[in-house]
Each structure stands twice: as C-alpha cells, then as structure tokens.
C-alpha cells in the first residue's frame, strides 16, 4: 500500500518565524488534505491539495503529484499554529486515507 | 451547515464489553469513513461506507465492523473489546471517496 513520510517529526519555533513542512508519499494519489489536529483531537481541515499551489491567509501548500511530495508554509506562526499538522493522502478508488505520522510543532512565545 | 457529528464524545467499557459508535456525516454526504488513533498506531483507516455498502476495508479483525443506513449516518461496532481497543475513534464524510474529507470531534473510547 502507499505510504506516507512527513518531516521533520518535531519543529519548534519563535513565534513569528517561517517554517515548511515536508509530506512524501510512495504512489499515485487522486486526494490529499493537510489537518491540524486540535488539542481535544478533531482533525481541522487546512487544504484539499491533490495538486498544485493553494494559500489562505499565512497558510500555503504546494503538491507536486509526479514527484510525490506536498509541502506546508506557515509564515509568520503564533503560538495557537501550535499541534501536530498531518498529511493524509488517499488512493485511486474511495475515502481509505493514508496518514503520515505527522510534525509536532511548537510556537513558543 | 452542520458539521459531522460523533456519539458519544467519550465512553468507559470494560473488557470484553461491546460498543456501537455513532456518526452522523455532512448533509449530502455519502461516504462515511472511521479512523482509529493510538499513540502507538497513528492513525489508522477502518472502513468506508458509500450509498449503505462497504467499499474499502482496512486491516482491523473482525471484531470491528459498521454498517451505514440510508440517511448515510454510520455506525460502528467493537465486540469483546480488549484494552489495545482503547483510541480516538475519527470519521469522516466526505460527498464521494476522492472529494474533501471532514472529520468530526471523534469518540475517545477507554477500556477498563
């Protein structure tokens, strides 16, 4: 099956600095989302990227699907960016996401 | 517009209990996926439910099973629970299986 790697698996920054997060996957996917797992552990949609470039607001990614990876911008972060942010890719038939192990970031004030 | 809604939020069962789960997905949604997180595990697909038939199953015994009805709410059952039962269950709806996922606040089950 496909698997999922994300890097790196902890981050931890000054509030206001930039940081990328890496998602590499082992095969063709028709979906693909970032979530942010909040503390009570709901899973916050961020982008629905299979490919190509999206942004909202500090929030961008960029998924380039023929060399399996997806990445994560967060500029200028504050303190409540501060959870574990997963990638979740899925296959070619139905809603069966793969989770990557996810990037635990820190903002520290 | 209502988000996916999950019974119970939290739930105490003794071993070898059993339980039903339940999620009730987006309006106009019809897949309903379940998720299972664990430290240890991740996260970890279940099953997918689309137009009340199973279409994708993940590697769980069989102790764990759903069924989805036609209003497309879903729920899922864990039979002669163990204490490694005890997680986050996640689900998610989605209008079909390629088509942005949103998950409710989850279910955190703990077994005794």
């Known amino acids: 099956g496909i698997q999922v790697e994300q890097s790196p698996p902890d981050l931890i920054l000054q509030e206001g600095a930039n940081s990328t997060l890496r998602c590499n996957f082992s095969?063709?996917?028709?979906?693909l989302q970032w979530f942010h797992q909040n503390p009570w552990g709901q899973l916050i949609n961020l982008f629905y990227i299979p490919s190509g470039t999206k942004q909202n607001g500090r929030l961008s990614a960029t998924t380039v699907a023929t060399e399996r990876y997806s990445l994560l911008y967060i500029s200028s972060s504050q303190t409540t960016d501060s959870g574990v942010y997963f990638c979740?890719?899925?296959?070619?038939?139905?809603?069966?996401?793969?989770f990557g192990p996810g990037t635990r970031l820190s903002v520290l004030p | 517009k209502a988000g996916v809604t999950q019974t119970p939020r939290y739930l105490i069962k003794t071993r070898g209990q059993q339980v039903t789960l339940s999620c009730s997905p987006i309006s106009g949604h019809r897949s309903v996926s379940w998720y299972q997180q664990t430290p240890g595990q991740g996260l970890q697909f279940l099953f997918e439910y689309f137009s009340e038939t199973q279409r994708n199953k993940g590697n769980f015994p069989g102790r764990f099973s759903g069924r989805q009805f036609s209003n497309s709410r879903s729920e899922m059952n864990v039979s002669t629970l163990e204490l490694g039962d005890s997680a986050l269950y996640l689900c998610?709806?989605?209008?079909?299986?390629?088509?942005?996922?949103?998950f409710g606040q989850g279910t955190r089950l703990t077994v005794v």
């Open positions: 998610a709806s989605s209008y079909w299986g390629g088509a942005e996922a949103f």
């Open positions: 979740a890719v899925g296959g070619n038939y139905g809603q069966n996401f793969v």
């Open positions: 095969d063709s996917v028709n979906n």
